[in-house]
């Protein structure tokens, strides 16, 4: 569990099925622009669950839900974790459409970037944005990521591949341990 000023966010055991479900359902059209599969049943809901709790556990992924006054409003994951040599992974995050605009994301973000550079010990978090997301590209700023360049055709969403801006932000007081 982490703490922000305003937000709890917890790991995939403390949620419900139920309660992701709703959250998605609720946001599917805002979510829907940025991609990804959202669990359409409650089946699928207890499934990802599971799936994000054994990755958790088996330090592979780390998918943080942001909590609000107790609901459930913002997630922010760690994927793609590769230790070794490499020591870095994918940051990824959405908030509910009427939450927007508030700060949240940037707190929730900053508490999970932190996370991931003194408790997971990462060198390196990198997060990848499409260039019409203008909020996305501040709150990276904010947090003091570096643009590293442009991808053409990066992802597959809604039907089309979709052009990204590649930001990167490295732990500069990482020590590699042999």
């Not at 409650?42 to 799936?51: E, G, N, P, S, V």
């Not at 330090?59 to 040599?85: A, H």
């Not at 997301?133 to 089309?160: C, H, V």
Request: overall charge positive; hydrophobic content about 40%.
């Amino acid at each position: 569990m982490l703490t922000t000023e305003r937000l709890v966010l917890v790991s995939p055991e403390v949620i419900k099925a139920s309660v992701l479900l709703e959250y998605h359902q609720q946001n599917m059209t805002h979510f829907a622009q940025a991609g990804g599969t959202l669990p359409e049943s409650l089946r699928i809901c207890r499934q990802r669950l599971k799936a994000e709790t054994t990755l958790w556990k088996n330090d592979r992924s780390y998918r943080f839900y942001g909590l609000l006054d107790g609901d459930l409003i913002l997630d922010v994951s760690l994927s793609n974790l590769v230790r070794g040599v490499f020591q870095g992974a994918h940051l990824g995050y959405k908030v509910a459409s009427q939450h927007t605009g508030q700060g949240l994301m940037t707190e929730a973000v900053d508490a999970v970037v932190t996370h991931a550079f003194t408790r997971l010990r990462l060198h390196r978090v990198m997060a990848n944005y499409q260039p019409w997301n203008l909020a996305s590209g501040r709150i990276l700023d904010k947090l003091g990521f570096e643009r590293e360049g442009f991808a053409k055709d990066y992802l597959f969403i809604n039907g089309q591949w979709r052009d990204h801006i590649l930001t990167s932000k490295t732990n500069t007081a990482f020590r590699f341990k042999q």
